[in-house]
C-alpha cells in the first residue's frame, strides 16, 4: 500500500467513525448542553481534566468557553485544571481530585476527559466532583471504562463509538465543539 493510499484510509475511517457516532452521541450531547448552560446561566462554573491528550482536548474546551467559538460573546466561566507544576506533582499522576475538592462548589460541572476511560488521576477527580454534589460529564471511547462505571443518573455519559485513539479523539473534539456551539446556540440563539 501507497503511503497516499495509507493517508486516503485514515480519512475514510475517521468518517466513518464520526458518521456513526452522529446518532450515537447527539442524546448525550443534548443532555450535557442543557446541564452546562443551566450551570453557567446559575453562575456556577465548569472545570475541566484529563490527562495526556485528554488534557489537551479539556484544554481546548475550556478555552473556547472563555474565549469563543465561532460568535463573539462574554466569556464563560470555565477552568482546566492543571496537570503539571511542582505544587501539583507530576505530570503522569496530577491531582485533579485536590484540585476539584478546592475549586468546586455544588452545582458546578466537571467535564473529566480520558481515552479509554481508565486514567486514575480523572476517575478521582470525577469521584470528588461528585463528593462536592457536582454533576460530573465524562467523554471518553471504547466502552468508557471504569469512569462509566462510577457515574450517577445525574451525570453524563459521552462515549465514542471507537477503539482506537485517533479515532476517540477525532469523535471527541467534535463533541466539543458540538458542546461549546450548543451553548452558544442557547445563550446567543441562532
Known sequence: MSLAQRIQDQFQVSIHTLAGAADLLSEPIERS???LTDCLMREGKILTCGNGASGLAARHLAAILVDKLDQDR???AALALSGTGSAMGD???PDFARQVAALGQPGDILLAVSTFGNNSAVIEAARAAQE???SVIVLVGGEGGAL?????EEDVL???PADTPARIH???LLAIHCLCDGIDYL???A
Not at 462509566?148 to 450517577?152: D, F, G, K, S, T
Open 33 to 35: 448542553v442543557m446541564m
Open 74 to 76: 462574554p466569556g464563560l
Open 91 to 93: 505530570a503522569a499522576s
Open 132 to 134: 462536592r454534589e457536582m
Open 148 to 152: 462509566a462505571e462510577i457515574l450517577r
Open 158 to 160: 459521552i462515549c465514542a
Open 170 to 172: 477525532e469523535s471527541l
Open 187 to 189: 445563550l446567543l440563539g
